[in-house]
């Protein structure tokens, strides 16, 4: 599996605007909601199509329909219920799970102190988080959906730091990255550089 980088112009400007300081919390909001839709036609370019036959107003004809699994939404909270919108735009049908994990101070463990999915093991999932920093939260993200029956993971990101892509390559190569940008790094709080901040209190207005 692979890191794509999804670097259409109209992803990139709208991310340009995220990133910058004085962007306010409900903006920053809606052009997550927008790049979330349009990096969601990516994630999904690869869904396996069977024909069924229809009628037009003038004839019939074996029409292209989505095939196969059907498709489960899973923000990592809080952050990742920034970019659910935009994909439940793009695909109504799909269900939307939820994962939250924090990791202890004294083991290091992640702890889920909130789990919940469809019971269909076969939907393909999208796992979404704005950020992925040193990887961690995304690999145990993963290690749970995987643990729980899930084999079909897609990551999508906004800004990923070399140190977080690497580390879900080698824990779980099977699983592509798709991000808006691949950043310079990160810093001593490993916070991601030049990245655009702490994404949930920009996205909630908590800073």
Do not use: W
């Not at 909001?29 to 969601?40: A, F, N, Q, T, V």
């Amino acid at each position: 599996m692979a890191l794509h980088v999804i670097d259409h112009p109209l992803v990139q400007h709208k991310l340009s605007i995220m990133r910058d300081k004085e962007t306010s919390t409900m903006k920053f909001r809606e052009l997550l909601k927008e790049i979330s839709m349009l990096m969601g036609y990516e994630v999904t370019r690869d869904m396996p199509l069977m024909y069924e036959e229809i009628e037009t107003p003038l004839m019939k004809m074996n029409a292209p329909k989505i095939a196969g699994k059907k498709v489960v939404i899973v923000p990592i909270l809080r952050a990742g219920l920034g970019m659910v919108d935009g994909l439940m735009q793009l695909i109504p049908s799909a269900r939307v799970g939820h994962i939250g994990l924090y990791r202890d101070e004294n083991t290091c463990l992640p702890v889920f102190y909130y789990y919940k999915m469809p019971a269909n093991k076969e939907r393909a999932v999208i796992l979404t988080d704005p950020m992925l920093a040193t990887g961690g939260s995304a690999c145990d993200a993963i290690a749970r959906l995987k643990a729980d029956g899930f084999k079909h993971i897609r990551f999508m990101c906004l800004v990923a730091a070399p140190h977080g892509v690497r580390t879900v390559m080698e824990q779980h190569p099977d699983v592509d990255i798709y991000a808006a940008s691949l950043d310079e790094g990160l810093n001593e709080k490993n916070y991601i550089l030049p990245g655009l901040g702490d994404a949930g209190d920009r996205i909630f207005g908590t800073k």
